[in-house]
């Protein structure tokens, strides 16, 4: 973010603020995957009263929070109240599917995923010197394919998705083969 930052807007000012604002993707594609098995049951009005439950949040702490810590009081609150929707969307899901996210696992693997990359990208912005925006745009890109590189190896390293899944991929045939090459002393 700070890359990006300062390649718009010329400063990091309000990073800060989008960091954690970028918390909400993750936390909006949680919330997307269980309201779409819900719906696929004819469950559709959990998904709406679990938003009004987070709406009820947002509104509760925004103006406290927006009072003291300005807008990354807001942003943390947005944050506080998705995942209050994810989490009445995820606790009404059948017992058997939320066992079925955590199996063999796959949510440890995916966050390990998430992590790794977050702290390898994370750190890897800081090692090349900013000298304008423009440094700052390429750098921006060229780590967010790092990121994406890495998330790969990572996904793959731990096994995160089965071979049917991976065949599913543009290049999924030459994963398998590198992943199994990997694989040979196990």
């Known amino acids: 973010m700070p890359l990006i930052n ?10 800060l603020v989008l960091q954690v604002y970028m918390l909400i993707i993750a936390v909006t594609a949680a919330i997307n995957a269980c309201a779409s098995i819900l719906q696929s049951q004819d469950m559709v009005r959990v998904p709406t009263i679990a938003i009004l439950a987070g709406v009820v949040v947002k509104v509760a702490l925004n103006g406290a929070a927006v009072r003291r810590w300005h807008t990354v009081g807001a942003s943390w609150t947005t944050v506080i109240s998705l995942g209050v929707t994810l989490l009445v969307i995820y606790l009404t899901l059948d017992p058997l599917i939320r066992r079925r996210i955590w199996a063999h696992g796959f949510g440890w693997r995916l966050l390990v995923v998430a992590a790794g990359m977050g702290v390898i990208v994370g750190m890897g912005v800081h090692v090349v010197p900013v000298t304008g925006r423009a440094v ?10 790092i990121g994406v590189l890495v998330a790969g190896a990572l996904a793959v390293w731990t096994g995160l998705f089965s071979h049917r899944e991976v065949l599913a991929l543009p290049v999924g045939a030459h994963i398998l083969r590198i992943t199994k090459y990997f694989h040979k002393g196990e």
């Open 6 to 15: 300062r390649g718009l807007f010329g400063d990091t000012d309000g990073t």
């Open 136 to 145: 700052a745009i390429l750098l921006a890109v060229l780590w967010a394919g």
